[in-house]
């Protein structure tokens, strides 16, 4: 027999055969088109019937049950979808959320982009290690971790997670979350992530353009924008947002375009349009004096070594003819050839001054701390400079790329903004370091390597590593550009030079409770660390 014939000589259908069990198979001429089948699972038409038919009787999409006559009426939607009359066909939506974000995970059943009218969804909500589960905030407010919602309008639901800790701690750690993430933001005073036992911590909300404040949940039901919580343990606050419409725009912001690039005499201008309609724009600063494009020469790089041995320091002087030069200490090998690991060397950045330790690892010599240079564009964690001494600066993708493109090469040839003779690590350089740290690495986080690179201290509930190979990874958090951070000391992501598509690039993050480094495919909007890798490669 053809397998892809669909009917006999005769006419009659002929019936497909899974799995040794045979599907009843009549076609449902009344709602696809010819030679196709209804699958009432999907409430799609198909080349091929996969499901079986109720008994005889057939299948009715409009009460969504079995119906010998199948007399309901309705309406076929443009993704093929049949609704009854008077159900819109996008059908109504439930968001869902977890504060924090890596606190747990919400699943539901069905799991569908929308629902019919009086559809029933069940929704469970699974700690992740370290938290537990404390309730939902948003359209239920129950405590058990698996509820049923009746989907009679569009819902945001959000379940709410907190650290688990000890009742005799002295230190509580206070969690909050915007729901949507777009609707607002939300600051506290004193800033803090974790709070000496009994410290009042001031709570304020405030929507972002296009929403309004609905309230809190969790550790706060009031209605006020600004709160007082006491920290007599650890707290998860949720602020609740509502568009001023009634409909949620998505607050989807656009990249920037229609920009008037910035000169060495002038400052340029860029913008950008959210889906609701609210535009922002922004000022480029004026190119510096030193910026190579104001400069009335080429820069012609050469490079001098000394390689570093066993028994003393090397030098690298990079020097150009227009009469600057950069000079770097190359670390004395103390690595596995000399019975022992790398020792981190120094770099001093020529444009602000700062420091930063460097080590080798492999053949790769890395930024052993986060970039703190202050490029336009970039900021402290919550806007507070003494985040800044400790992680470093958070970026965005485009201010990390300074204009270069994407690059999956190694090395990735894009300085970015990284000192000069150093540059953003591409995806393939991030994996260089992975396998060398742990040569049976799989995958984007089947790793052992995150234990091996994290610091010795300064991780959440003593989710330290070994920091065997010096890298010293910290745990900077992230924030987005409207004014949101989350979880310093929890959670460090750093980026590479390499992108995912329009939106996305690739990044790494290490987090307290895992011993991986997770190969991530982040928002470019994101505002996120960055270690340099140096141009040259370590001397073996």
Known sequence: MNDNKKFSDAGVPICLIAMTILLSCEKVPDFCAKGEWYNPETQFCFAEKAYTLCNGEKYNPFTEGCDPDRNAVGAKCPNNKFVP????????????????????????VPDLQSYSADAQVIVTAEADSGYTFTGWAGTETSTSPTITLTMDSNKPLVAMFSPASDPNATEHALITAAFPEYGGNITRSPNAAIYSAGTEVTVTAAPEYGYRFDGWSGASTSASAVITITMDGGKTLVAMFTPENG???????GAWNESVPASCGAQGERRRVCSCGHTETETIPQLPSDDPACQTHTHSWTVSTVNATCDAPGLRTQSCGCGESVNEA?????????????????????RDGQTYRTVAIGTQVWMAENLN???????????????????????DWATVMDGELSSSAS?????????????????EEWETLVKYVDPNASGDYDNNAGTK????????????????????????????SGGSFYDAGYLGIWWSATEGDASYAWGRSMDYYGDYVYRDNDLKAGLFSLRCLRDFAASQ
């Open 373 to 395: 240079y202050d490029a336009p564009g970039s900021v402290c964690y919550e806007d507070d400079p003494s985040y800044c001494d400790i992680y470093g600066r958070l970026y």
């Open 453 to 480: 690179l994290k610091s010795t201290s300064g991780w959440y509930n003593n989710g330290n590593g070994t920091d065997e190979y010096g890298f010293s990874a910290l745990p900077g958090g992230y924030g987005y």
């Open 85 to 108: 009359i008077g159900t819109p066909c996008s059908g109504y939506t439930l968001s869902t959320g977890s504060a924090p974000a890596n606190g747990g995970t919400v699943t539901r």
């Open 330 to 350: 190359i670390p004395q090998l103390t690595g596995p050839q000399c019975g022992g690991i790398d020792t981190p060397g120094t770099l001093t950045d020529t």
């Open 411 to 427: 090395p990735s040839g894009v300085r970015g903004i990284c000192p000069v003779g150093w540059h953003v690590p591409s995806d």
């Open 247 to 253: 409909e949620d725009p998505g607050h989807i912001v």
